[in-house]
Each structure stands twice: as C-alpha cells, then as structure tokens.
C-alpha cells in the first residue's frame, strides 16, 4: 500500500479557503482506486508555523497513485487548490 499525504498552507482568508478546501475535496472520493481518504485540520491553538490542511490518500501501488494524479476530478481539484495555496509538502510511503 501506498500513503500519500500533501500539506498545505493556505493564503489569507484562510478559515473561508479551508472551508473550501473541505467541500472540494470529497470529490476526490470518486476517483477509482482510493482505498481511504482522509481531510484533517491543523487544531486551532497549535503553532502558527503548523500546515493548515492536508489530505491522506491510500492506494494498492504507485501505479494507482499514478492514475489519481492524472484523473480530471484530481487536475479540477488541483487548479482550485493552486489558486488558494501559499505552500505544500507531500510524502508517498510504502506500508
């Protein structure tokens, strides 16, 4: 199994783009091959430096991580969240 996790930090207005970012992403749901899915929230009180939002993904292989990041509903997703991200970091590991 692959894990695939991205974390963002979002640019100003940040509680309506999170909020946003919530509500979009379960379209990614729909993507064959998902085997979890997962949106979680920086706790608000933690250290401002923290990410705002990230996504854990999991998948059979690297090929169906593959396939996810070429799906229309990925590229759709990704143009949104292009647009309200100020930085990412993403890890895929093998479990």
Not at 45 to 62: K, M, Q, R, W
């Amino acid at each position: 199994m692959i894990r695939h996790i991205c974390m963002f930090t979002l640019k100003e207005d940040k509680e309506a783009n999170k909020a946003e970012f919530i509500s979009r992403a379960e379209s990614l749901k729909e993507i064959a091959g998902l085997k979890r899915f997962e949106v979680v929230t920086n706790k608000e009180g933690t250290p401002e430096s923290n990410y705002d939002v990230s996504l854990i993904l999991d998948f059979d292989d690297v090929a169906t991580l593959d396939a996810y990041q070429k799906d229309p509903i990925h590229v759709e997703f990704g143009k949104f969240v292009g647009s309200v991200r100020e930085s990412r970091a993403c890890i895929d590991y093998e479990f």
